[in-house]
């Protein structure tokens, strides 16, 4: 339920996607790869997406949703564009809920992945699941 409207903010990133996702006053709290930090209502959070996502939409190619009493667990796979070059990404979203509309959104991402080093995690550390 949850994974679809997420699925539409990433590879839309546009403040209709956002409006549709969030409560107006909802928190994004976001880890990655050494940072963390937040923004907070529609216009800050739209503003992320624009910039996570300034060369390009995402294409999520991976989406699972683990439902909740509070709202959602989502794992996302996405690929996009990183400094010019293909990327791929993996994000674990803790999504909670009230009133049908996320308050607050907990993101962890392994951060982009180059070509490069997705091939070697393929070679060096083989997956037993997708």
């Known amino acids: 339920m949850y994974a679809e409207k997420l699925r539409a903010a990433l590879e839309n990133a546009d403040a209709a996607s956002i409006a549709g996702l969030y409560a107006p006053d909802a928190l994004l709290d ?6 963390r930090f937040q923004r907070k209502g529609h216009d800050e959070i739209a503003e992320q997406y624009g910039e996570w996502f300034a060369e390009g939409p995402a294409e999520v190619v991976g989406l699972r949703e683990w439902p909740a009493p509070w709202g959602a667990v989502v794992e996302v ?4 564009i990183e400094n ?3 990327a791929y990404s993996r994000n674990l979203h803790a999504l909670f809920v009230e009133d049908g509309m996320v308050v607050r ?8 992945w180059n070509e ?10 083989p997956m037993y699941e997708p």
Do not use: T
């Open 84 to 86: 010019g070059a293909p």
């Open 30 to 35: 976001a880890n990655v790869p050494v940072w």
């Open 105 to 112: 959104h907990i993101m962890y991402c392994s951060g982009p």
């Open 77 to 80: 796979e996405q690929r996009g």
């Open 116 to 125: 490069a080093l997705e091939a070697r995690q393929k070679l060096e550390a």
